[in-house]
Nanobody
Framework: QVQLVESGGGLVQAGGSLRLSCAGSTLYTYTVGWFRQAPGKEREFVAATTWHSGTTYYADTLKGRFTISRDNTKKTVYLQMNDLKPEDTAVYLC????????????????WGQGAQVTVSS
């Protein structure tokens, strides 16, 4: 069983920044992804980082504004979000990868409870 806890969400004005954290005692052994889900929309892939090499993957539309990183010594994965826009408003969830496709939510078996990010215009 993998338990994940997100933190760092909140309310920010457009153009601002936030950094989300995802902590888990066994997180350093997993590839970890960030997803987001806005009301009435499907869960959307944001970014992922592999456990062994730290290779990163991003949704094309978010590349350049969002950065995923990990600190295995702290068992934590981060999502730095810059130049935030109102359309980035969503619940952001981290998840541990157990499947075959980093971009597909179905490939992640363990999920955190989510962190609300609200961007005001």
């Amino acid at each position: 069983q993998v338990q994940l806890v997100e933190s760092g969400g909140g309310l920010v004005q457009a153009g601002g920044s936030l950094r989300l954290s995802c902590a888990g005692s066994t997180l350093y052994t997993y590839t970890v992804g960030w997803f987001r889900q806005a009301p009435g929309k499907e869960r959307e892939f944001v970014a992922a980082t592999t456990w062994h090499s730290g290779t990163t993957y991003y949704a094309d539309t978010l590349k350049g504004r969002f950065t995923i990183s990990r600190d295995n010594t702290k068992k934590t994965v981060y999502l730095q979000m810059n130049d935030l826009k109102p359309e980035d408003t969503a619940v952001y969830l981290c998840a541990a990868f157990t499947g075959s496709n980093y971009f597909d939510a179905k490939s992640y078996a363990y999920w955190g409870q989510g962190a609300q990010v609200t961007v005001s215009s």
